[in-house]
């Protein structure tokens, strides 16, 4: 993406959020291991947290230290930044650390976008993909901002497989759950299983944009349905974001992309 925004000569600054972080091939404006890392959290002998338990602590304690990320944000306008943010799910969905993020950014006048990234080779299979759509949902439903489902490493799929998941890009719940129903042997959870698809199928809550590295064509559907979602650039004339065409495009892990607003 930030070759993409390069390649556009657009800027795009990049926060990261990720205490267990190793490395990346891309400069950032801020990381948070600066503040604290995941490493120390667990060779603390007081502490005794394992990996899981480290990342938790840290973003409890990104938390409670908002200051940190204000001060190294500074107080330009008109930033466009991705937040590159770990990828464990109770982030999102039973702890409160990422809302906070999130109404934090708010009251800097950030305008916010969740990115929710789902890695495409998880997704072949029709339960497996309904995990997926489950996990999405409960992330936007928590957070209470728009967001971009992405399923990425499309560039990774053989032909086979990236034909396969096309249904799954924009599904019929109905559709996958008769064409799934020979392993539902349980009346139970079949029930249970029409119904998680009638909520997803009904509401038409989650759709999903392919992501492939190779593509810039894909590349760029996203970042407009991302400029879309928090209205970014509204004084200049705006398009509506491109549909995917037939060949599926494009992204991956969890991340915000903000445009702060002018006061």
Request: charged content about 25%; proline content about 4%.
């Amino acid at each position: 993406m930030i070759q993409h925004a390069e390649a556009i000569n657009r800027s795009v600054q990049v926060v990261n959020l990720d205490p267990a972080a190793e490395h990346f091939n891309y400069p950032v404006m801020a990381d948070i291991r600066e503040l604290i890392q995941v490493d120390d959290v667990m060779e603390d002998d007081t502490l005794r947290f394992g990996p899981n338990g480290g990342l938790v602590f840290c973003m409890e304690y990104f938390a409670s230290n908002f200051d940190w990320l204000e001060e190294s944000l500074g107080h330009v306008e008109d930033d466009y930044i991705l937040f590159d943010c770990p990828g464990q799910i109770e982030l999102y969905t039973h702890l409160p650390v990422m809302k906070q993020l999130v109404e934090q950014l708010q009251q800097w006048e950030f305008r916010v976008c969740g990115v929710f990234l789902v890695d495409s080779q998880f997704m072949v299979e029709s339960f497996k993909f309904i995990s997926g759509v489950m996990a999405a949902l409960s992330a936007m439903v928590s957070l209470e901002i728009p967001q971009v489902n992405i399923m990425t490493k499309m560039d990774l799929l053989n032909p086979k497989a990236k034909k396969e998941i096309e249904k799954y890009l924009d599904p019929d719940m109905y559709s996958m759950m008769e064409d799934s129903s020979i392993s539902l042997r349980s009346q139970k959870f079949k029930k249970l299983t029409k119904a998680i698809c009638g909520l997803i199928d009904d509401y038409s809550m989650v759709r999903f944009l392919p992501f492939d590295r190779t593509d810039e064509e894909g590349i760029n559907i996203v970042l407009q349905h991302i400029d879309f979602s928090i209205q970014y650039g509204e004084d200049l004339e705006f398009k509506e974001p491109k549909e995917v065409e037939e060949e599926p495009s494009n992204t991956n892990y969890d991340e915000f992309f903000q445009d702060r607003v002018d006061s």
